[in-house]
């Protein structure tokens, strides 16, 4: 979570959650967080649009640190995207 907020992206106003579970809160102006969803899944990564602008992470209980180093590498990469 804490890797998570450090993003420099023009798109995230908040991220929230508790333990695993992840909420991605977008700006108004990102045009909602399907699209970013859409493009995670692409690379490999499932995650759910909700509210409209919110991305929700639950990954397994059993991953590992290369699995979320790797996932994170991808989230940064879309989360900057235009």
Known sequence: QE????IPSPHVK????????IGVELKPE????R?????LQKRG??????HK???RFA?????????????LDAITDV???K
């Open 3 to 6: 890797r998570l907020a450090e």
């Open 14 to 21: 908040e991220v929230r959650g508790k333990g695993l579970l």
């Open 30 to 33: 990102a045009n909602g967080a």
């Open 35 to 39: 699209r970013f969803c859409e493009a």
């Open 45 to 50: 990564i499932l995650c759910k649009e909700t």
């Open 53 to 55: 602008h919110v991305i």
């Open 59 to 71: 990954p397994p209980l059993i991953i590992t640190r290369k699995e979320i180093d790797w996932a």
């Open 79 to 81: 989360l900057n995207m």
